[in-house]
């Protein structure tokens, strides 16, 4: 069992910053990747971010390319998105998620997941 726990989403205006991060717990001797997801209202989740157990591997959705940055502390059990340059359209549930077997690049393929935080950019 993986544990995960969200934090620092909040109402931030279009062009600011925040930082999610995500607490794992339980399950941490394993080495697994980490993804970061979003739901808008009505929509389906999709894939933001994606990090391999070491960190030397990264994966974006071409929408935060160059905005999104994930990181991870392994030391710390820690995985963090840095949100730059926030659009109304970031707007939505991000949730943090492990992947035991893959690339933690799909939806379907996540074993874990956390309970989300909300982030809603204002125009």
């Known amino acids: 069992q993986v544990q995960l726990v969200e934090s620092g989403g909040g109402l931030v205006q279009a062009g600011g910053s925040l930082r999610l991060s995500c607490a794992a717990s339980g399950r941490t001797y394993s080495r697994y990747a980490l993804g970061w997801f979003r739901q808008a209202p009505g929509k389906e989740r999709e894939f933001v971010a994606a990090?391999?157990?070491?960190?030397?591997?990264?994966y974006y959705a071409d929408s935060v390319k160059g905005r999104f940055t994930i990181s991870r502390d392994n030391a710390k059990n820690m995985v963090y998105l840095q949100m730059n340059s926030l659009k109304p359209e970031d707007t939505a549930v991000y949730y943090c998620a492990a992947d035991l077997s893959g690339w933690g690049r799909r939806v379907d393929g996540m074993d874990y997941w956390g309970k989300g935080t909300l982030v809603t950019v204002s125009s």
């Open positions: 990090i391999s157990w070491s960190g030397g591997n990264t």
